[in-house]
């Protein structure tokens, strides 16, 4: 194959090796990474691309890991379009920062790659931090504002010293002021000249009085009282140091470890008694039932007082409307009336109002209650049992067991401490007054007091 070893072919082989070289080569130096197809693309938004220049290099850290591909305008502001090498790591929290190279305008766009706990950042997504860099153009408004504030600064002064300004200026007032107040002092001091030498003279004279009682060697002189005072001190240190030693009442009571301990523990007894007294927990429950049967309202007013979370006391007022029950029964009289029967009499009953006391002690067990004492007049107990987080309850009462008044009721919490209820009462009727009622209450405890008082007008 002669053509093989023709000149022609020869240069053009080493033509082409030569050209490959160099593509090569210049993809290696490029800052492009696009170039070798290991690449990721990032785009923002700036308000003045003055400066910047496609294909010049984007940098992290100072060191060059990108370039600008393009610049263009985009709803008003400069769309800027880089192409970062792959390893570098951006994040959602990546930011772009304009830094200036040199004097002369330059800049070039420094990336932060954000934090990596966050999510890593899309291809071709925008990046939304933007920094504000130092720029010579920064700097100059900074310097022509500085200039600004200084011009004026020396107007107001000049204007300020001048004759004709000194009243238009605070500062020329205080000049002004400054300059009257010099002249008072002089005018004063020439016109008592001879009041300020009695008055340096009588200093001189408290001086001269004041060396006398110095070197007064009597009873009553400095010295002699100067001795007492330190005879003073000399036995108050003698009686700390008896204290120290425990001699005496008070250094028993310093110094003796029983002694110490016994005070510690009463203190500790009387701070536990008033802590005690402190949890106290107060709360005041007042409520109206009206039952359906009798047609009246029942009214309750009481007092709980909880010392424990485990325990609490009650006391009551009960307004009862069916607190005595007559019932009169008549007898059926007429033209054929054979033998007295059940069906020959008619009941009628007439309810009194009687108001009564309940005190109770109750008993907690996680959400149950026990309860006992006075209800209504007369010996009792009974249980009350709470569902969904306290706000329901359930609760069922015995007393008067001569003849057995039993009663229940459901109770819901609407909204701190507002409630509705609902049950009935005397539910074997032995009293004569088994009735059905519905009603209504407030319980109140201290925070909600505290509240209450801290909203309150006045």
Sequence with gaps: MNWLRAAEFKVGLMVIVVGSLIAVMSMQVSDDPSYLGRSKKAWFLLPNAGGLVKNSAVRSAGIPVGVIKDIRLQDGMARVDITLKSEIPLTTSAAIEIKAQGILG????????????????????QILSIREGGSLENLMSQVSEVTSSLKEVARNLQEATSEDGTRAHILGRIVKNIETLT?????????????????V????????????????????????????????????????????????????????????????????????????????????????????????????????IQPGLDRYYYIGVVDDPAGVVETTRTQITGPGAGTVGPGDYTEKKTYENRIKITALFAKNFWDLTLKGGVIENNGGFGIDYFFFRRKLKFTAEAFQFSHTNVRSSLSYTLYRGIYITGGINDAFDQQGARSGYLGAGLFLTNDDLKLLLTKAPF
């Design 183 to 199: 002249g008072d002092l002089s005018q004063m001091t020439t016109d008592n000249k001879e009041k300020i030498g009695d008055i």
């Design 106 to 125: 330059d800049k070039h766009v420094e990336v932060y790659p954000g934090s990596p706990t966050d999510p890593p950042l899309e291809d071709n997504a």
């Design 201 to 304: 003279d009588d200093i001189h004279d408290i001086t001269a009085n004041l060396q006398e009682v110095m070197n007064d060697k009597s009873e009553s002189g400095l010295k002699e009282t100067w001795k007492r005072l330190s005879s003073s001190v000399k036995n108050l240190d003698d009686i700390t140091t008896r204290i120290n030693k425990g001699e005496g009442a008070l250094g028993k009571l310093i110094s003796d470890e029983q002694t110490s301990e016994s005070l510690t523990s009463a203190i500790d007894g009387l701070g536990g008694m008033l802590d005690s007294a402190n949890r106290i927990q107060t709360a005041f429950d007042f409520r109206g039932e009206y039952l359906g049967e009798v047609g009246a309202t029942k009214t309750h007013i009481g007092v709980q």
